[in-house]
């Protein structure tokens, strides 16, 4: 059965004190793993898709890669604007579904 | 108005009430899906459409019922909700659904059912 798992749950980082997010998974046929921002109050903020093992993509402070089994996202000197939830979710081979993670949600403190 | 948008933002209904929820989509993307998120659980897939037709519904109950009139409006028809639906009603649209393009999301209906 196609399955996403975050960790941590939650995480509190100081301003500047750099960290990973990590998303195992497991899936029939890979098409895509998705890293997603969810502010409170609002819907998921596309980020990024990793479409095969050993795939890197950047942005300002983050940046995901990606193995046969699992998926990281980098968190390099964060800053509080960075606190949000962040998803995971991978697209299998067959059918049309996304399959969520529950979410990491990282709080950055001034 | 860019990407998705959803109305109204909060709905507060009784459990003998009918309402909808509507969803636009100015992406010019062919799929549309909603989702249910509740606290502390995955992402929920209700149903998708692509193409306007209807490819996919993961045993919602019928109490919860999509109308999906062109490629970039989906509504979400309500009656007879259960507390237990009280949640947040994300809208999203892709490229096409069976691909590998990422899902676009609204900013979801707060629905409370009381």
């Known amino acids: 059965e196609d399955q996403v798992t975050q960790s941590p749950e939650a995480l509190r980082l100081q301003e500047g004190e750099s960290s990973s997010l990590n998303c195992s998974y497991t899936v029939s046929g890979l098409r895509g793993l998705f890293w997603y921002r969810q502010d409170p109050g609002k819907g998921p903020e596309f980020l990024f898709t990793l479409y095969s093992a050993g795939e890197e993509k950047e942005k300002e402070r983050l940046k995901a890669t990606l193995t046969k089994k699992e998926s990281f996202l980098h968190i390099t000197a964060p800053k509080p604007e960075d606190s949000a939830t962040y998803l995971c979710?991978?697209?299998?081979?067959?059918?049309?579904?996304?399959?969520f993670g529950t979410g990491t949600s990282l709080t950055v403190i001034p | 108005e860019t990407g998705v948008t959803q109305t109204p933002r909060h709905l507060v209904m009784g459990m003998t009430n009918k309402k909808s929820l509507k969803c636009e989509q100015h992406l010019g993307h062919n799929a549309m899906y909603w989702y249910k998120q509740s606290a502390k659980k995955p992402l929920e897939l209700m149903f998708v459409y692509n193409f306007k037709e209807q490819t996919e519904n993961n045993s919602v109950p019928s109490r919860f019922s999509p109308e999906c009139p062109n490629s970039s409006h989906l509504f979400l028809h309500l009656h007879t909700l259960q507390p237990e639906d009280s949640a947040l009603y994300l809208c999203?649209?892709?490229?096409?659904?069976?691909?590998?393009?990422?899902?676009?999301f609204g900013n979801g209906t707060r629905l409370t059912v009381t």
């Open positions: 999203a649209s892709s490229q096409g659904a069976g691909g590998n393009s990422p899902l676009h």
């Open positions: 979710a991978v697209q299998g081979s067959t059918g049309n579904q996304f399959y």
